[in-house]
């Protein structure tokens, strides 16, 4: 088992802006760790940093208490998944798993020794003999994944690895990988995505990256935490953006009013919400954005205290739950998410409700405040 550490960790190619910056961070011996974020966001280069196939720009990197700056892969002690596969076309399931082993010396009884208890784990025992060709995506994924576990790795690096299988077979696999890091249980693991849920899912930490612009301001990393923390406590308005699908509602506004029981917000339109925060930092008049999931705010018939008068624009209908959409005369339409089949239709005149203990606050620089209570 192996931990890692990260400090400062960025990196820049021929003295452009760092694609990766300042990135610190600590995964624990057994941990599930996920980076995510959008395209760009250096994911993949930071994965491929910690395997040592790219190089370290500056800050230091140590796995297992070893510093590695400077070593190569094989002395890493990590093994890593590729989004392709990257199987041996002319060799068997057996070969292609133990194919590693042979070039590190190890005996034919112990290759044979191992590749047999990761195929049990896998669940591929029947698929040995076959090659390659005759797999299905999510046999030829498991097939990687048992070649990259037989090495008994100390870090186990994943770089996208559903990326290429069906919605379906996305969606066994990450069940299939859960059971398998569960079951195994020794190597400290690292996986790339850029799905949401994936990460949500899986991990025991996400670490959220930024993109563009954002990299250079901030730094790479926008949040660090367990994945229902980033849902529930956002550090800011994108991570409150990126997490969760469909996405936190946003309305614009100024600081009417800083109270014990909050912060009132004036929105553009006149209208005032009510947000249950710890405003101490603001001043009236400042730049706002008022925050609520869609599963926390209420269509009510009747105008009242935290509403905004709505327009139904579109309804979504799928069967355990609906969403409608609505235009509140904002740049984005507003969602919320209603149980099972809902009465809600086409054009209706409707007033969304926003509770304020639900409501998050973002000042002008998009930081979150700390919620009350």
């Known amino acids: 088992m192996a931990g890692v550490s990260l400090n400062k960790v960025s990196k820049s190619y021929d003295g452009m802006p760092p694609v990766v910056r300042d990135v610190t961070l600590e995964i624990a011996n057994g941990e599930f760790c996920v980076f995510v974020g ?36 094989s002395e890493r002690n990590v093994s890593m998944v590729f989004q392709n596969y990257a199987l041996y076309p002319h ?10 082993l042979g ?17 049990g784990l896998l669940q591929i025992e029947r698929l040995l003999s076959r090659l390659p060709r005759a797999l299905s995506g999510g046999q030829r994924q498991r097939v990687a994944i048992g070649r990259a576990l037989v090495r008994d790795p100390g870090v186990f690096l994943f770089d996208e690895p559903l990326s290429n299988l069906d919605a ?66 956002p550090a800011n308005l994108f991570v409150a953006g990126f997490i969760g699908s469909p996405k936190m509602n946003f309305v614009a506004g100024t600081v009417e009013a800083i109270e014990a029981s909050g912060v009132r917000v004036k929105t553009a339109s006149g209208r005032r919400l ?88 973002f000042d002008g620089d998009g930081i979150a405040l700390p919620r009350l209570g």
């Open 168 to 233: 379906a077979l996305r969606t066994q696999m990450r069940v299939e990988i859960a059971r398998i890091h569960r079951e195994y249980g020794k190597a400290s693991t690292i996986y790339v995505t850029h799905d949401q849920v994936e990460a949500l899912t899986l991990a025991d930490k996400i670490v959220l990256l930024h993109s563009g612009e954002a990299v250079t301001r901030f730094g790479s990393v926008a949040q660090i935490g367990a994945p229902m923390d980033l849902y529930a406590n």
């Open 274 to 361: 009510q947000a249950a925060v710890d405003g101490s930092r603001l001043t009236v008049g400042a730049s706002v954005t008022l925050g609520s999931r869609p599963e926390h705010v209420k269509l009510l018939a009747d105008e009242g205290e935290n509403t905004l008068p709505c327009g139904v624009h579109w309804v979504e209908r799928l069967g355990d739950q609906t969403f409608a959409y609505l235009d509140a005369g904002l740049s984005e339409d507003l969602l919320v998410r209603l149980g099972g089949i809902s009465a809600v239709a086409l054009n209706d005149a409707v007033h969304l409700h926003f509770p304020a203990e639900a409501c998050h606050l």
């Open 91 to 100: 060799m068997d399931v057996a070969t292609n798993i133990a194919f590693g």
């Open 38 to 73: 959008p395209s760009g966001c250096g994911k993949s280069t930071l994965l491929r940093m910690v395997a040592g196939l790219e190089d370290i720009t500056s800050g230091d990197m140590a796995i297992g208490g070893q510093r590695v700056n400077d070593l190569a892969p």
């Open 103 to 119: 070039l590190a010396g190890l005996e034919k009884t112990e290759i044979k020794s191992r590749v047999e208890r990761i195929a």
